[in-house]
Nanobody, 115 residues
Framework: QVQLVESGGGLVQPGGSLRLSCVAS????????MAWYRQAPGKQREYVAR???????NYADSVKGRFAISKDNAKNTVYLQMTGLKPEDTAVYYC?????????WGQGTQVTVSS
């Protein structure tokens, strides 16, 4: 069993920045791919970014150039640095871990971009 705990969300003005963190309860960050997803009100959950065990990153087109995913294996933590935030980035952001047997989700952290 794995628990994922996200933090770092909040209210930010357009153009602002936030850094989200996701701490895993087990030493999985250096072994399995980790990802961030988001879900806006009334919309389906969508992919945001992924980082492999080797550190290769991938991004949705909507966030490319503005968001950066990174990790600290020793701290079992994955980060999502968000810059140039737009109102359309408003959503609950979820951490995801895709293990061999199953995948796990965190409880989510709210990000609101508004003036």
């Amino acid at each position: 069993q794995v628990q994922l705990v996200e933090s770092g969300g909040g209210l930010v003005q357009p153009g602002g920045s936030l850094r989200l963190s996701c701490v895993a309860s087990r030493n999985i960050v250096g072994i399995y791919p980790m990802a961030w997803y988001r879900q806006a009100p009334g919309k389906q959950r969508e992919y945001v970014a992924r980082i492999t065990s080797g550190g290769t990153t991938n991004y949705a087109d909507s966030v490319k150039g503005r968001f950066a995913i990174s990790k600290d294996n020793a701290k079992n933590t994955v980060y999502l640095q968000m810059t140039g935030l737009k109102p359309e980035d408003t959503a609950v952001y979820y951490c995801n871990a895709k293990l061999t047997s199953r995948e796990y989700w965190g409880q989510g952290t709210q990000v609101t971009v508004s003036s």
